[in-house]
């Protein structure tokens, strides 16, 4: 069975500095994995995924997320926050050993706050 | 979001009631998905569709039935809905293949009452 963690319920983070939001991953066979983000009374939208290839993912609105495949890792990150990126973030897993579907399994969100 | 449009964005209904909530795409993808998010819980998936003629159960579709009416359509009904119901309902759409992001809807935000 394939399973998603974000340890962080909420991760606070002061406008212009760097933030990371966690996420670590369990599946049987090679992992596809993605990042959503969710404003207020919005659908989530997609933002980056690793599929292949290099381990640094780059995504829209600066964000970038680094595959670690001994540490089944696949941390969010932004070299400067946003007050606008405040919103809720949820990393997704999906096993390459499953067969159709494309079930995506979702962790239970990450609430980021940026101040001023 | 607007490729994905879900009906009603918000209801209020009382326990034991029917209700339908309705998803239309104009992405022109096979796959669709109804997902229902509750707080601290995530993204849990109810059913999934991968063509008109082919629909799965997720792992929470007790209570749920659905009916996929067109490549463009996948309707999510409660059959007769009970409080523990009560929570915000996705839509989503995909194309085949592993690798392949899922677009959402804006979402429907079910009260039972």
């Known amino acids: 069975a394939q399973s998603v963690a974000q340890p962080e319920d909420q991760v606070n983070v002061a406008e212009g500095n760097p933030l990371t939001v966690k996420c670590t991953y369990s599946v049987s066979g090679n992992p596809y994995l993605f990042w959503y983000v969710q404003y207020p009374n919005r659908g989530l939208q997609f933002l980056l995924k690793?599929?292949?290839?290099?381990?640094l993912v780059k995504g829209s609105y600066g964000f970038e997320a680094e595959f670690n495949k001994s540490q089944t890792s696949f941390h969010l990150k932004k070299p400067s926050a946003l007050v606008s990126d405040s919103a809720l973030y949820f990393c997704?897993?999906?096993?390459?050993?499953?067969?159709?579907?494309?079930?995506?399994?979702f962790g239970t969100g990450t609430q980021l706050k940026v101040e001023l | 979001d607007a490729d994905v449009t879900q009906t009603p964005r918000n209801r209020i209904t009382k326990t034991g009631k029917r209700i339908m909530l309705e998803c239309s795409q104009t992405?022109?993808?096979?796959?669709m998905y109804w997902y229902r998010q509750d707080p601290g819980l995530g993204l849990r998936l109810i059913y999934y569709s991968f063509d008109v003629k082919d629909i799965n159960k997720g792992e929470i579709s007790d209570g749920y039935s659905v009916s996929r009416q067109a490549q463009a359509k996948f309707s999510l009904s409660l059959e007769s809905a009970i409080p523990n119901q009560t929570a915000l309902y996705f839509c989503?759409?995909?194309?085949?293949?592993?690798?392949?992001?899922?677009?959402f809807g804006p979402g429907t935000r079910l009260t039972v009452t």
């Open positions: 690793y599929i292949t290839g290099d381990n």
């Open positions: 997704a897993v999906r096993d390459g050993l499953t067969g159709g579907g494309n079930k995506l399994t």
């Open positions: 989503a759409t995909s194309d085949p293949g592993q690798g392949n992001e899922q677009y």
């Open positions: 992405k022109g993808h096979d796959r």
